[in-house]
């Protein structure tokens, strides 16, 4: 039985009402009753990240923690969607140094083989002060426990209500194209792509080129094939949020930045990274954007019209435009905009000490 989320007596005279309405609608096959009210409350949100390569997916992480930590989020699951036992480690990290270690983690086990690394960070969990002390504590010990993310992303999507949870993908698709390719089990009767429509609200993805030139995206190029199935079976009637690399790459966190905003400590996953690793590449916030928009919505972007997205063989994402479409995509803004979204992404790091 669907649990009902009606908060007030006006939304239950409403509900009420339109049940009445079908009710007397009724055919000799039985009433037809009308659809549970739609879900109202905060997103419930998954995070689907591809750690240990740019540190823009740890500032992505750190600003869903800040969100959920506002009551402006449900986080209730993160996904790592780049293979080994180390990447889970790094996510773990994360977790549990910001408060959040009980969330549920699901890891890829027949993913991409040996994607690009950027910034190599996967020794995070080791890092420790001059007296050999390890700097932060994890919530698992035994990482070949942990549930492929397909699996995990059945067992979070059953347990939530209808149209609730809002996915942002920050990096490769593998988790996601075989949560579409799976079958009922004993989180649900349901097959992906029924499971997907019938829990998901909205997905918001790190990717896709929208440009005047066509280009290939990264991120769906390092697993064409696991692309193109997500492409092909996404539910069309689950919106796709786009946030393509040119909305990202005029907003740039540089090194000293990071480490003066972590003044405070230096005990602090990002802040050890920067230490650590070699960072001076130009570090574009291009996953945090998308984090952003899952959570405060449009008001802040310049959407696209609606249409279709559809992805080539060289990994071109190729925009139609339909009224009927279920994908839009942000489009870059001036510099002012930039900053603005700059100083979200700073505020974050400072407000979470």
């Not at 402006?72 to 959040?100: H, I, K, P, S």
């Not at 001036?334 to 505020?347: H, V």
Request: hydrophobic share 35%; proline share 5%; aromatic share 12%.
């Amino acid at each position: 039985m669907t649990k009902l989320r009606i908060t007030n007596l006006y939304e239950f005279l409403i509900w009420a009402f339109m049940a009445l309405m079908a009710a007397s609608c009724s055919t000799d096959d039985g009433p037809d009753y009308p659809d549970d009210p739609p879900y109202i409350g905060v997103p419930k949100l998954i995070v689907d990240v591809d750690v240990a390569s740019s540190t823009d997916d740890l500032f992505a992480l750190q600003m869903a923690y800040n969100y959920a930590r506002k009551g402006q989020c449900e986080l209730v699951g993160v996904v790592v969607d780049r293979a080994g036992e180390v990447n889970a480690a790094c996510v773990d990290v994360m977790n549990t140094y910001f408060g959040y270690g009980d969330v549920p983690l699901g890891l890829v086990h027949n993913g991409i083989e040996n994607p690009v690394v950027w910034i190599d960070y996967s020794d995070l969990p080791n890092y420790a002060d001059d007296n050999g002390n390890k700097y932060f504590k994890r919530t698992y010990s035994d990482y070949s426990e942990l549930p492929d993310g397909w699996e995990l992303y059945r067992k979070v999507l059953s347990e939530q209500p209808d149209h609730s949870v809002t996915i942002v993908s920050l990096g490769f698709l593998p988790c996601l194209a075989q949560l579409l390719d799976s079958h009922g089990d004993q989180y649900s009767s349901l097959d992906g792509v029924q499971l997907v429509r019938k829990k998901v609200n909205c997905i918001y993805i790190m990717g896709g080129v929208f440009g005047e030139a066509l280009e290939p995206d990264f991120n769906f190029g390092q697993g064409l094939d696991f692309s193109k199935d997500f492409f092909d079976k996404w539910p069309s009637d689950v919106d796709i949020i786009f946030s393509p690399g040119e909305v990202g790459d005029k907003i740039e966190y540089k090194d000293n930045w990071v480490i003066d905003d972590i003044s405070w400590t230096d005990a602090h996953p990002i802040k050890q990274v920067y230490l650590n690793c070699f960072t001076n590449t130009g570090q574009k916030m291009w996953d945090p954007i998308a984090v952003i928009h899952a959570i405060e919505g449009d008001g802040q972007f310049i959407m696209s019209q609606r249409g279709t997205v559809a992805l080539t063989d060289q990994a071109e994402t190729i925009f139609t435009p339909s009224f009927n479409g279920n994908c839009r995509y942000e489009k870059p803004g001036d510099t002012a905009w930039c900053e603005k979204m700059l100083q979200k992404i700073r505020l974050s790091t400072t407000e979470l000490k």
